[in-house]
């Protein structure tokens, strides 16, 4: 499996502390003769974390770029995860051009309300309306309407 730079996990099941393994990871930021590096995953600790206004302890999974693993310094930290026991990830934090980028998981009740708010009917505003008639003289088109973007 090839992860995406980009996306946030949203469960990783059955982890314990002292498990390892590789990733090779996608970017289209890398060198087009190299999409792919490998990063080393490590779940290292337990540690609390505030996370919808409680304290949660969670298992930390570091992610180390493979290329300067040797050097053992906090330089070669790519990301971390927070994962509840149960697996699911509350915080996950990752660099992408040299800037630290953090996803953090919804409660499930704010998560919710935004799948919701997907199933509710588009506003007459927001439908695309019939296109107008070509003005005379100009070629004849066809016009076609597809479903809406969302």
């Known amino acids: ?19 390892t393994w590789t990733v090779p990871v ?11 590096k490998m990063v080393q995953a490590s779940v290292d600790r337990q540690e609390p974390i505030e996370w919808n206004g409680q304290t949660v302890r969670a298992l930390v999974v570091v992610y180390r770029d493979q290329a300067t693993l040797a050097a ?5 930290v ?5 994962v509840r026991r149960d697996g699911t990830v509350l915080r996950q934090d990752l660099e ?9 998981r919804l409660p499930d009740e704010q998560a919710t309300q935004l799948d919701l708010w997907d199933e509710q009917p588009e506003s007459p505003a927001a439908v695309p ?13 066809e016009a076609t309407q597809g479903e809406p973007q969302k």
């Open 78 to 82: 790519v990301g971390q995860m927070w």
């Open 96 to 104: 992408l051009l040299g800037k630290k980028m953090t996803f953090e």
């Open 26 to 36: 996608y970017s289209p930021f890398n060198a087009p003769t190299e999409p792919l």
């Open 129 to 141: 309306s019939t296109p107008a008639a070509p003005a005379e003289g100009a070629g004849e088109t």
């Open 72 to 76: 053992e310094s906090d330089d070669d």
């Open 1 to 19: 499996m090839v992860s995406n730079e980009f996306a946030p996990y949203a469960y990783m099941r059955d982890l314990r502390i002292g498990q």
